[in-house]
């Protein structure tokens, strides 16, 4: 196939699903789309010996994507975007302090408490992986994705509170853990003893700063572009430009691209909403990035279920994997734990909120495309098969179950 016609087949394919299940199933649009895809995988290789043709051809299709470079360099600056738009940042602000706390220290003890855990299953089970390599695993599963769950917890009630806490860390966090892992990657990369902590902090500082700091000059460049106008079509454009070529450029400056995704839109969103963006723009813009943002999730998550096509897993692995489900969760639950109980001293919290924004991180996409980018010498057969058994079971088991959790734990 060309890849133009590969394009076409992968759209028609999440419109499928997405109507199916929107008619029939009515789960979460992310959710219902992936358990379609997989159940259609899992179709296609047990029936794969009666459709040996339809097989070949579908997974020859998921291998030719390269799933990485699509979600690295293509849908996530758009969804990171898409996402931070519509954050209001007085009520960011009012937060900040519990969001910047799990979506940094966080993400810090949830990097070294899987990598320390699954440094001692992998040894458990005979396989020889260093430790640093457990840390790249770790900082790759430690981002959220609160994309199906916000949707679900918006419809049983929740506080706006702890809504702008699970979409502000998540935002943040993917940015961090991607900085995170970059700083890792080096580290493995070029050895301990050629880097000082010097070197190591510079690097973490020169990503997530130059990050920031580019974020801000990107979001008002582009609100005072857009003030400067009243025509929607080229604010759209300018909105889809800086998106763009921003990430581009980040990528050539060596600075977090989704950082600055974050903060761009944060500065658009909020400062087109107070002044200088006429209605008639506003509805436009926001109308455009919520059909990017729903039209990018389908495909990511119809394509995360189709990679099960290419996965080897045996009994082994599988152990493991069932195991690493449980190491991530509890992770998840001392990096959300930890900080709250200490801002507890100076912030009122929800209540229950531990075991919301533990049962509701959520992992997605971004964790699948970084375990991907791995060398092979650094496990990755093994670390994206491991990914995707947490990716799944985070989807569909804490997916369709944080709704009914955060009702009962509401009534008590």
Known sequence: MQQFEIFVFII???????????RFIKWPPTVGIMVLSLVT??????????????SEDLIHIVTSIDFHNLLMNGMLSFLLFAGSMHID????????????????????ISTFLIGTLLYFLLAAFHLDVAYIYCLLFAALISPTDPIAVLAILKKAGIKKSLEIKIAGESLFNDGVAVVVFITILEVAQTGFDKL???DIALLFMREAGGGLLYGLLLGYMGYFALKSIDKYEVEVLITIAIVMGGYLLADKLHIS???AMVVAGIVIGNKGRESGISDITQQYLNKFWELIDEILNALLFMLLGFEMLVLKINSTIMIIGVISVAIVLF????SVAIPVIILRRKIDFEKNAIAILTWGGLRGGLS????????VEMHRDLFVTITYMVVIFSIIVQGLTIGKLYKKLSTK
């Open 12 to 22: 028609c394919l999440a419109a499928l699903f997405s109507y199916i299940n929107h």
């Open 41 to 54: 995988s899992s179709l296609l290789l047990v029936t794969a010996h009666l459709l040996p043709k339809l």
């Open 89 to 108: 940042a007085n009520s960011l602000q009012k937060q900040r302090l519990p969001i910047l706390s799990l979506a940094t220290f966080g993400v810090v």
């Open 196 to 198: 000082s902590a010097v």
């Open 257 to 259: 691209g989704p950082l």
């Open 331 to 334: 992770a998840r639950w001392m």
């Open 368 to 375: 699948v495309a970084l375990a991907l980018s791995l060398p």
